[in-house]
């Protein structure tokens, strides 16, 4: 059986905290998109809360991080929470 595709976050909204922190972090709206709707993973946190993650190739020149975006997904919007890149991809990415 082949593995399924996480779900993705279609509807949301970026709170002021999360804006904030991806401007200070280098990351587009576009990029935070990118994953929600298409993330590689999705890992729950707790219940209502969920990292997406993807690992993308950004930067000049270009290199493979981890874009991780924390979702409130237990509200309508959901609401996305923060997001960051990381290089340490395999700290954070799950073999399923």
């Known amino acids: 059986?082949?593995?399924?595709?996480?779900?993705?976050?279609?509807?949301?909204?970026?709170?002021?905290?999360?804006?904030?922190?991806?401007?200070?972090?280098?990351?587009?709206?576009?990029?935070?998109?990118?994953?929600?709707?298409?993330?590689?993973?999705?890992?729950?946190?707790?219940?209502?809360?969920?990292?997406?993650q993807s690992r993308l190739n950004l930067g000049a020149p270009e290199k493979t991080v981890l874009v991780r975006v924390i979702v409130d997904v237990n509200r309508h919007p959901a609401e996305v929470v923060t997001a960051y890149q990381t290089s340490k991809i395999a700290k954070y990415w799950r073999q399923l």
């Open 1 to 52: 059986m082949a593995p399924t595709l996480p779900e993705p976050v279609k509807d949301y909204i970026v709170t002021d905290h999360a804006a904030f922190e991806m401007k200070r972090r280098g990351l587009s709206e576009q990029v935070i998109r990118r994953v929600l709707v298409t993330p590689e993973q999705r890992l729950e946190i707790r219940p209502g809360r969920v990292v997406l």
